[in-house]
């Protein structure tokens, strides 16, 4: 079984990971020895910080260990992916990928003989809405007829938003002024506007007014933020997407919780003093990567 994106997974197998993640931060010395022997090879194309210290933490508090693999220094970069995975998965029992491709992770998927976990590409970020969704239940109590608002660019954290919470029951609208063209999955949106879950519109008041979770993304994906020849498209999108930056006038009458997956361009896509306002829930829904991640890696792992 893979984590590739939800595709395959029932509302009630995403709300299992989501209540073991819960139980995992209640209870950790419960699972302390659970993955004792096993290892997790973790290999980024990418820069991260949350995803690559959660998954890494979360092996050794549970007793196993993880590799660190940059992909510049691997013979990934000279080999057929294929190839090397099929090497990898003989030596490790799980892998975690941070690839620029969902097509390439799909050529690991295939090759491995072992779980396979994305760690976030162009098109998908599952590991991180299941920290979501953890963090969601723990405020709310219940995710059943909660209404999230995604406000920012249609990438690839909104397609596994809007994917994991149509199948698990919680109302979706998303602020989209821009999509990522890269993100596009037509096959996710159309499962999605079945569910009459997921509704689009560019009213920002209207669409904060009854929330109960208001959530923003960076408006540039990782890999362009700092890249010269990315400036120009980075300029257009902050044009186009500052006058829905979540700062306080724009959600003035809602008492949502504010959320955020990280890395935050304060001044961006949200105000700083609306980071450190009593709604925001940013910096627990981060720390929450880390039970997502235990709970990830005992469900691949056949550990209940
Ligand atoms: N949200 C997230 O995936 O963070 P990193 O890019 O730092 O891993």
Not at 176 to 196: C, V, Y
Request: aromatic letters at 10%.
């Amino acid at each position: 079984m893979h984590l590739l994106n939800f595709k395959g997974w029932s509302g009630e197998q995403i709300m299992e990971i989501v209540n073991k993640g819960i139980e995992v931060k209640r209870e950790p010395f419960k699972y302390r020895d659970a993955l004792s022997g096993k290892t997790l090879a973790m290999i980024f194309q990418k820069t991260s910080t949350r995803t690559r210290v959660s998954f890494e933490v979360a092996m050794t508090q549970m007793g196993g260990h993880a590799i660190y693999l940059d992909w510049r220094a691997t013979n990934f970069t000279i080999a057929d992916i294929y190839d090397e995975t099929q090497y990898l998965s003989r030596n490790v029992d799980c892998i975690l990928a941070r690839l620029l491709r969902h097509a390439d992770l799909q050529v690991m998927a295939k090759a491995s003989r072992v779980p396979v976990i994305n760690g976030c590409d162009e098109k998908y970020h599952p590991s991180q809405v299941i920290a979501d969704l953890i963090t969601m239940k723990e405020k709310r109590g219940t995710l059943k007829g909660a209404k999230l608002v995604y406000v920012g660019v249609h990438n690839n954290v909104c397609n596994s938003l809007i994917e994991a919470c149509t199948k698990v029951g919680v109302k979706i609208v998303t602020v989209t002024p821009i999509f990522n063209d890269p993100s596009k999955d037509e096959e996710l949106l159309e499962g999605a506007k079945r569910t009459g879950l997921w509704e689009m519109t560019l009213d920002l008041k209207y669409a904060v007014k009854d929330a109960d979770f208001i959530y923003t993304d960076t408006w540039v994906d990782m890999e362009f933020f700092l890249d010269p020849r990315y400036a120009e498209e980075k300029e257009k999108r902050i044009r186009i997407m500052m006058p829905y930056q979540i700062n306080r006038e724009n959600i003035a009458g809602s008492n949502a919780w504010i959320m955020h997956d990280m890395p935050i361009h304060r001044g961006y896509e949200i105000s700083p003093e609306m980071i450190e306002d009593p709604r925001s829930i940013i910096y627990e829904q981060s720390e929450n990567r880390l039970y997502a991640a235990k709970a990830i890696l005992l469900k691949l792992l056949n550990k209940y």
